[in-house]
DNA sequence: CCGGGCGTGT
DNA sequence: ACACGCC
């Protein structure tokens, strides 16, 4: 019965008002920097422990709470309330997303979608597994269950949530032996249920919550603000219009919310007040950008403000090292000290980067001094941006962040994705993508294929076309290859090279077109582009006409599939939000930055 | 003296 | 370039 349900193509319950078939987990580490604390030194375990940075106490372990210490709680007053406290700094947050990682990547092992969201909680979508293990298993229910259910629900969900716990069970006790790590973990058909349940037997313990019972228990939430995603200001709203409460919230017709609140808002809200939840499970992958900031008293003196992002751009040039993705963007962010604001108001400058800053050499990301150099004028640019330097300034804080990332693409969908994953593509747009054509190039050519290669292209699993594959040659002259295919250069996937008879045709067209013209890799025309005099004053030459680049061959242009002009004119529009940006669909939904194209103009 | 760091939506 | 939200 569960089976010729779960069919159903709407994936939705027939007997009941909404949709149970998703098994939904969120694992919670229990007090996460004291525990890695603790791992690290077991001798702390016995003791009260707090995690210090800056004059607050972001954490303690379970002795130190039997004190009252809270989360979030300022060192005089935690030491005010236990002067035994024992407070390790941890402001270098290395070990702890270090851990984290070591975490996210034992969950991986489970095969199902992983979110990441922070470093001590994951969600992980278990519906697959569910459906495998619910025709054997015994179904007992592990851990805690929120309510004892009165009837079972047609749709079988108390079986699958019931196995669900064990799975739970199952990656817990896995955490523990592996990592040393005890966690909470709720059990749910939705991300919402399953996190909100998730705290309610702390620590190192597991609740699960059936959908019928998801109405009360939100009711029982006394805050509109204990909803994941209504945040202070929601909030405040929300309580100007009488509305304080979880039940408030259910009770309030929608009509009302939506003189409030844009429609999807209200509905949102709505949906959120009854428990209903229908967000995917994102798998989690490399984060949207790198940054670092600090904050302090009083910076009024721009040699001051120099070595400040000196030391923050020292610091996070490891951390881009370890990530070995080459950033294409950088922002500065600072905050102005101000009498009427008392919290931040932060104020930020970005600007794209020429990946040729950076240099991959035997498959690490390097930067020379010249490079760091380059950025820290780029910088205090953008700082010049913020700040008028004749006039007197007080900075509490200054930031920096890595925001784009170029980037071995891998989607599957888009011919465009493709073109652009190979060298062939750069030509096609009458482009070179080598990152750079003086001293850094020749760690490419080394790894990658030589300038003929015949490569076979039958790759059943990556794309099920009904097409059989074929044998294409394709012109490689250089490729930017990621760290891992720098360093394994067999890993080179034949997949992302795929191109039809008739595509190929186009291809060699817009090659042959090209020929003639000197390509360099050029900053590129976006107005936002700073990265030193020679790529600025380029930019004024380069630029786009009205529906395609100038660099690119009109008639070819015009005689390729309609699909795929469509796609490159909302690529050259937006590059961010186009389909090529798209990653394969076992990444994270959300598009991801494109911006090698726009680095790459004709030289004249 | 409200930390530090990330993602999303407009 | 934000404002806003989360841990």
Redesign the pocket.
């Given at each position: 019965m569960d089976d010729a349900i779960m069919q159903s193509s709407s994936s939705t319950c027939s007997y009941v008002d909404k949709d149970h078939s998703r098994s939904i987990l969120h694992i919670d580490l229990d007090c996460f920097y004291a525990q890695v604390e603790m791992v690290k030194n077991p001798k702390l375990r016995s003791l009260p422990l707090g995690i210090q940075?800056?004059?607050?106490v972001?954490t303690s372990n379970y002795e130190a709470r039997n004190y009252g210490i809270q989360k979030?709680m300022l060192v005089t007053d935690a030491l005010k309330l236990c002067p035994n406290l024992k407070l390790l700094n941890g402001?270098d947050?290395h070990e702890y997303r270090a851990a984290s990682n070591k975490i996210f990547e034992l969950l991986l092992c489970w095969k199902c979608p992983v979110e990441k969201?922070?470093?001590?909680?994951n969600f992980i979508d278990v519906t697959k597994l569910v459906l495998d293990k619910v025709k054997t298993d015994n179904h007992t229910l592990v851990g805690h269950l929120y309510n004892k259910p009165s009837t079972d629900c047609p749709c079988g969900c108390h079986s699958r949530l019931t196995v669900a716990s064990q799975i739970a069970n199952e990656i817990r006790e896995k955490i523990y032996s592996d990592l040393g790590f005890t966690t909470c973990a709720g059990v749910a058909h939705n991300k919402l249920l399953a996190?909100l349940i998730c705290p309610l037997h702390k620590p190192n313990n597991q609740t699960t919550i059936f959908p019928e019972h998801a109405v009360e228990f939100m009711s029982t939430l006394q805050s509109v603000r204990s909803?994941?995603?209504?945040?202070?200001?929601?909030?405040d709203t929300l309580i100007s219009h009488k509305i304080i409460t979880v039940s408030d919230l259910q009770q309030v017709s929608l009509d009302v919310l939506k003189k409030i609140f844009?429609s999807?808002?209200a509905v949102r809200l709505k949906s959120l007040s009854l428990g209903e939840d229908t967000t995917p499970v994102?798998q989690s992958g490399k984060?949207?950008?790198?940054?670092?900031?600090?904050?302090f008293?009083t910076v009024s003196v721009k040699s001051e403000v120099e070595d400040k992002f000196s030391a923050l751009l020292q610091r996070l040039l490891v951390?881009v090292r370890e990530d070995g993705r080459i950033p294409v963007s950088l922002?500065v962010t600072l905050r102005k000290r101000d009498a009427k604001r008392?919290?931040?108001?932060?104020?930020?400058?970005?600007?794209q980067i020429s990946p040729s800053i950076f240099t991959i050499a035997s498959g690490t990301l390097t930067i020379t001094d010249a490079g760091q150099h380059k950025l820290m004028s780029i910088i205090m640019r953008l700082f010049n941006?913020l700040i008028d330097l004749s006039k007197p300034f007080h900075l509490t804080?200054v930031?920096l962040?890595f925001t784009k990332f170029q980037e071995r693409m891998t989607g599957r969908s888009s011919i465009v994705n493709y073109l652009m994953n190979d060298i062939s593509v750069q030509s096609v747009l009458n482009l070179q993508n080598d990152c750079d054509t003086s001293a850094t190039s020749m760690d490419y050519s080394a790894a990658s294929p030589s300038s003929s290669t015949t490569t076979d292209l039958s790759d059943g699993e990556v794309e099920p076309s009904p097409k059989k594959p074929k044998k294409v040659t394709w012109i490689a002259k250089r490729r930017c290859l990621s760290k891992e295919e720098v360093a394994s250069p067999s890993k080179l996937k034949v997949s992302e090279l795929r191109l039809n008879s008739k595509e190929l045709e186009k291809v060699s067209e817009l090659r042959l077109n090209s020929r003639d013209r000197s390509l360099t890799p050029r900053a590129s025309p976006a107005k936002?582009v700073l990265s030193d005099a020679d790529t600025m004053k380029d930019v004024a030459e380069g630029g786009h006409c009205d529906d395609c680049p100038s660099y690119v061959d009109k008639e070819v242009f015009n005689s390729l599939p309609d699909e795929m002009q469509q796609e490159l004119k909302a690529m050259w529009k937006n590059p961010s939000s186009s389909e090529v940006a798209r990653s394969s669909s076992r990444m994270?939904n959300?598009s991801k930055p494109n911006t090698i194209l726009k680095y790459f103009v004709p030289h004249k």
């Amino acid at each position: 019965m569960d089976d010729a349900i779960m069919q159903s193509s709407s994936s939705t319950c027939s007997y009941v008002d909404k949709d149970h078939s998703r098994s939904i987990l969120h694992i919670d580490l229990d007090c996460f920097y004291a525990q890695v604390e603790m791992v690290k030194n077991p001798k702390l375990r016995s003791l009260p422990l707090g995690i210090q940075q800056k004059n607050i106490v972001v954490t303690s372990n379970y002795e130190a709470r039997n004190y009252g210490i809270q989360k979030c709680m300022l060192v005089t007053d935690a030491l005010k309330l236990c002067p035994n406290l024992k407070l390790l700094n941890g402001e270098d947050l290395h070990e702890y997303r270090a851990a984290s990682n070591k975490i996210f990547e034992l969950l991986l092992c489970w095969k199902c979608p992983v979110e990441k969201l922070g470093m001590d909680e994951n969600f992980i979508d278990v519906t697959k597994l569910v459906l495998d293990k619910v025709k054997t298993d015994n179904h007992t229910l592990v851990g805690h269950l929120y309510n004892k259910p009165s009837t079972d629900c047609p749709c079988g969900c108390h079986s699958r949530l019931t196995v669900a716990s064990q799975i739970a069970n199952e990656i817990r006790e896995k955490i523990y032996s592996d990592l040393g790590f005890t966690t909470c973990a709720g059990v749910a058909h939705n991300k919402l249920l399953a996190k909100l349940i998730c705290p309610l037997h702390k620590p190192n313990n597991q609740t699960t919550i059936f959908p019928e019972h998801a109405v009360e228990f939100m009711s029982t939430l006394q805050s509109v603000r204990s909803i994941p995603s209504i945040g202070l200001k929601t909030t405040d709203t929300l309580i100007s219009h009488k509305i304080i409460t979880v039940s408030d919230l259910q009770q309030v017709s929608l009509d009302v919310l939506k003189k409030i609140f844009s429609s999807d808002m209200a509905v949102r809200l709505k949906s959120l007040s009854l428990g209903e939840d229908t967000t995917p499970v994102k798998q989690s992958g490399k984060p949207q950008s790198i940054g670092l900031e600090d904050s302090f008293k009083t910076v009024s003196v721009k040699s001051e403000v120099e070595d400040k992002f000196s030391a923050l751009l020292q610091r996070l040039l490891v951390l881009v090292r370890e990530d070995g993705r080459i950033p294409v963007s950088l922002r500065v962010t600072l905050r102005k000290r101000d009498a009427k604001r008392l919290s931040s108001h932060r104020e930020s400058r970005q600007c794209q980067i020429s990946p040729s800053i950076f240099t991959i050499a035997s498959g690490t990301l390097t930067i020379t001094d010249a490079g760091q150099h380059k950025l820290m004028s780029i910088i205090m640019r953008l700082f010049n941006k913020l700040i008028d330097l004749s006039k007197p300034f007080h900075l509490t804080l200054v930031g920096l962040a890595f925001t784009k990332f170029q980037e071995r693409m891998t989607g599957r969908s888009s011919i465009v994705n493709y073109l652009m994953n190979d060298i062939s593509v750069q030509s096609v747009l009458n482009l070179q993508n080598d990152c750079d054509t003086s001293a850094t190039s020749m760690d490419y050519s080394a790894a990658s294929p030589s300038s003929s290669t015949t490569t076979d292209l039958s790759d059943g699993e990556v794309e099920p076309s009904p097409k059989k594959p074929k044998k294409v040659t394709w012109i490689a002259k250089r490729r930017c290859l990621s760290k891992e295919e720098v360093a394994s250069p067999s890993k080179l996937k034949v997949s992302e090279l795929r191109l039809n008879s008739k595509e190929l045709e186009k291809v060699s067209e817009l090659r042959l077109n090209s020929r003639d013209r000197s390509l360099t890799p050029r900053a590129s025309p976006a107005k936002d582009v700073l990265s030193d005099a020679d790529t600025m004053k380029d930019v004024a030459e380069g630029g786009h006409c009205d529906d395609c680049p100038s660099y690119v061959d009109k008639e070819v242009f015009n005689s390729l599939p309609d699909e795929m002009q469509q796609e490159l004119k909302a690529m050259w529009k937006n590059p961010s939000s186009s389909e090529v940006a798209r990653s394969s669909s076992r990444m994270t939904n959300k598009s991801k930055p494109n911006t090698i194209l726009k680095y790459f103009v004709p030289h004249k």
